[in-house]
């Protein structure tokens, strides 16, 4: 009988990891370590011992392997694999090949598949293989190969969806499969959300690491650390509760009512200053001041901390991150790296707001690398900022503001970013859409002289962050439709009072009417619609 396999956490080991960091553990011993902290399966890969010592090294870790109910396979070596007798292998394209390796190790062995293509999982599913290892997810030092692809986590989603259909067509087998390059975890999370098939939304079944725990002072911590972050990203986040992205099964009035349930839980004065949402801002300095100052008016508490080495400092205690590239600098850039790197460690919500991305190459690039190595819970822009990021010639930048006629169907652009990206996406206008890729609705409060003003499109991002902290990972669409609701409900009420003559008064006034807006006039004054 196949022995059982659970892919949930995969280690492939790495002595030569241990030798470089001076470890007085031996590999045994850190893999025994390994598997208290949560690691499910291991792979014994040791590509410069020799025969003797490699399979010295098998007998010794499979007393552990076997002594806590753990597969053990080993990687390439079919005649160290059989000498041992080990669970199982692990193959790449270069090795022997899948039916030569099944005929000599027999129907009860597993045997997975190193796959990097598309065509290569199609084989790997129509051979046979128990798993696939899908790589690689992000450059790393334990693969030097040049031919080797950094595919980010929508990379490897294609490759995914791709031995998921291969799968159907050869009988309906279970395909399984890893991911696995440059993942630790503080991008677990992002990589098992982003990688989900579409739109079955369908998650791999697990990732693999080298680095994350061999490296570790501690396997056991980085071991159980990764074990929360997957448990997470399987099952926590808002993405994993979603069923098929086709098939959205709330109506609009149930929307509605979730909506106005969350802003009037904003509302509620709180007992204990603590639970006020921490905003962090790491945004552009025009609008620095008035987005501090809609922050509080909204109800929440904000922080403009732009220095790299406060980030890690910081994390632990923020509610939500706003990420603005309007005033970009290189110095910004690593802030930013660091802020989103340390949210996705303590899954806190991230507002991204790619002010004038179309507009340099530049900017493109660097929320392009956002996107890929850390994602978003939200994405929110204006036409030409969408624009650019699905790569369409509808609308274009004229610096940060939007140029062009409009989308013809802007339902489905944004529905279709919000799928590429996992996350809701916000795009302002005149009308404002908003979509988590089952439903979109648009937004048909506001008033023309936000546009009259710098930072108006800004402070939505500050307004979504500042809602969306206690619905994130439950409801981060009704969470972001309240941010939008709100500033455009207090636009509304400010350009209506007598004493506003213009964008001087209308601003002063904005942020008055963000304060005072009750729960009874959200309520009644909402115009949302489903599309």
Same mark, same amino acid.
């Given at each position: 009988?196949?022995?059982?396999?659970?892919?949930?956490?995969?280690?492939?080991?790495?002595?030569?990891?241990?030798?470089?960091?001076?470890?007085?553990?031996?590999?045994?011993?850190?893999?025994?370590?390994?598997?208290?902290?949560?690691?499910?399966?291991?792979? !014994?890969?040791?590509?410069?011992?020799?025969?003797?010592?490699?399979?010295?090294?098998?007998?010794?870790?499979?007393?552990? /392997?076997?002594?806590?109910?753990?597969?053990? !396979?080993?990687?390439?070596?079919?005649?160290?694999?059989?000498?041992?007798?080990? @669970?199982?292998?692990?193959?790449?394209?270069?090795?022997?090949?899948?039916?030569?390796?099944?005929?000599?190790?027999?129907?009860?062995?597993?045997?997975?598949?190193?796959?990097?293509?598309?065509?290569?999982?199609?084989?790997?599913?129509?051979?046979?293989?128990?798993?696939?290892?899908?790589? /690689?997810?992000?450059?790393?030092?334990?693969?030097?190969?040049?031919?080797?692809?950094?595919?980010?986590?929508?990379? *490897?989603?294609?490759?995914? $969806?791709?031995? !998921?259909?291969?799968?159907?067509?050869?009988?309906?087998?279970?395909?399984? &499969?890893?991911?696995?390059?440059?993942?630790?975890?503080?991008?677990?999370?992002?990589?098992?959300?982003?990688?989900?098939?579409?739109?079955?939304?369908?998650?791999? @079944?697990?990732?693999?690491?080298?680095?994350?725990?061999?490296?570790?002072?501690?396997?056991?911590?980085?071991?159980?650390?990764?074990?929360?972050?997957?448990?997470?990203?399987?099952?926590? #986040?808002?993405?994993?509760?979603?069923?098929? !992205?086709?098939?959205?099964?709330?109506?609009?009035?149930?929307?509605? #009512?979730?909506?106005?349930?969350?802003?009037?839980?904003?509302?509620?004065?709180?007992?204990? /200053?603590?639970?006020?949402?921490?905003?962090?801002?790491?945004?552009? /300095?025009?609008?620095?001041?008035?987005?501090?100052?809609?922050?509080?008016?909204?109800?929440?508490?904000?922080?403009?901390?732009?220095?790299?080495?406060?980030?890690?400092?910081?994390?632990?205690?923020?509610?939500?991150?706003?990420?603005?590239?309007?005033?970009?600098?290189?110095?910004?850039?690593?802030?930013?790296? =660091?802020?989103?790197?340390?949210?996705?460690?303590?899954?806190?919500?991230?507002?991204?707001?790619?002010?004038?991305?179309?507009?340099?190459?530049?900017?493109?690039?660097?929320? #392009?690398?956002?996107?890929?190595?850390?994602? &978003?819970?939200?994405?929110?822009?204006?036409?030409? $900022?969408?624009?650019?990021?699905?790569?369409?010639?509808?609308?274009?930048?004229?610096?940060?503001?939007?140029?062009?006629?409009?989308?013809?169907?802007?339902?489905?652009?944004?529905?279709?970013?919000?799928?590429?990206?996992?996350?809701?996406?916000?795009?302002?206008?005149?009308?404002?859409?908003?979509?988590?890729?089952?439903?979109?609705?648009?937004?048909?409060?506001?008033?023309?002289?936000?546009?009259? *003003?710098?930072?108006?499109?800004?402070?939505?991002?500050?307004?979504?962050?500042?809602?969306?902290?206690?619905?994130?990972?439950?409801?981060?669409?009704?969470?972001?439709?309240?941010?939008?609701?709100?500033?455009?409900?207090?636009?509304?009420?400010?350009?209506?009072?007598?004493?506003?003559?213009?964008?001087?008064?209308?601003? &002063?006034?904005?942020?008055? =009417?963000?304060?005072?807006?009750?729960?009874?006039?959200? &309520?009644?004054?909402?115009? *949302?619609?489903?599309?």
């Amino acid at each position: 009988m196949k022995p059982s396999l659970d892919l949930t956490l995969y280690l492939v080991t790495d002595s030569g990891i241990l030798a470089s960091a001076k470890s007085n553990r031996t590999l045994a011993q850190t893999v025994e370590e390994a598997i208290h902290g949560g690691v499910t399966v291991v792979q !014994l890969r040791e590509k410069q011992a020799a025969t003797s010592e490699f399979v010295r090294l098998a007998v010794a870790v499979k007393e552990v /392997t076997k002594r806590m109910g753990v597969a053990l !396979l080993i990687n390439d070596r079919i005649d160290v694999a059989l000498a041992v007798d080990a @669970d199982g292998v692990h193959i790449g394209q270069d090795d022997m090949p899948l039916a030569e390796a099944r005929r000599l190790l027999g129907d009860d062995k597993i045997i997975g598949v190193t796959v990097q293509t598309r065509e290569e999982a199609e084989a790997a599913v129509a051979g046979g293989a128990d798993y696939l290892g899908i790589g /690689t997810c992000y450059a790393t030092a334990t693969k030097r190969d040049a031919r080797v692809a950094q595919r980010g986590p929508q990379g *490897i989603r294609s490759i995914w $969806e791709h031995s !998921l259909n291969a799968g159907h067509s050869t009988g309906g087998r279970r395909v399984r &499969a890893v991911t696995i390059g440059g993942i630790n975890a503080h991008n677990t999370v992002h990589v098992l959300t982003c990688t989900r098939s579409l739109p079955s939304n369908v998650p791999l @079944d697990g990732i693999a690491v080298v680095s994350a725990i061999m490296a570790s002072d501690s396997p056991r911590d980085a071991a159980c650390l990764l074990r929360r972050q997957i448990e997470f990203g399987l099952h926590g #986040s808002w993405v994993a509760r979603q069923r098929e !992205l086709d098939s959205d099964v709330r109506g609009p009035e149930e929307v509605r #009512s979730a909506v106005a349930r969350v802003f009037e839980r904003a509302r509620t004065p709180p007992a204990s /200053t603590a639970v006020v949402p921490l905003v962090q801002h790491i945004t552009n /300095t025009v609008v620095i001041n008035d987005c501090a100052n809609a922050c509080l008016a909204l109800g929440g508490s904000p922080i403009m901390a732009s220095d790299p080495s406060e980030q890690r400092d910081l994390a632990p205690a923020v509610s939500s991150v706003v990420v603005n590239i309007g005033t970009i600098s290189s110095g910004q850039m690593s802030a930013i790296r =660091e802020s989103m790197r340390e949210a996705r460690l303590h899954n806190t919500p991230i507002v991204l707001d790619p002010v004038g991305v179309g507009a340099t190459a530049s900017r493109r690039d660097f929320v #392009s690398e956002l996107l890929r190595d850390y994602g &978003a819970h939200v994405i929110k822009g204006n036409a030409g $900022e969408i624009a650019a990021l699905v790569g369409s010639a509808e609308m274009r930048m004229r610096g940060v503001d939007a140029v062009g006629v409009g989308f013809e169907d802007p339902a489905r652009v944004v529905r279709d970013l919000s799928r590429r990206e996992r996350c809701v996406v916000v795009m302002t206008g005149k009308v404002d859409y908003v979509s988590d890729g089952c439903s979109v609705y648009a937004v048909h409060n506001g008033h023309r002289l936000q546009g009259s *003003i710098t930072g108006s499109g800004c402070m939505v991002g500050t307004a979504v962050a500042t809602f969306i902290h206690s619905v994130a990972h439950d409801d981060p669409l009704a969470g972001a439709l309240v941010g939008v609701v709100a500033i455009n409900l207090a636009a509304e009420a400010a350009a209506s009072r007598d004493d506003v003559k213009g964008p001087g008064t209308f601003r &002063a006034a904005f942020i008055d =009417e963000m304060h005072n807006l009750t729960v009874d006039r959200f &309520a009644r004054g909402m115009r *949302i619609e489903r599309l």
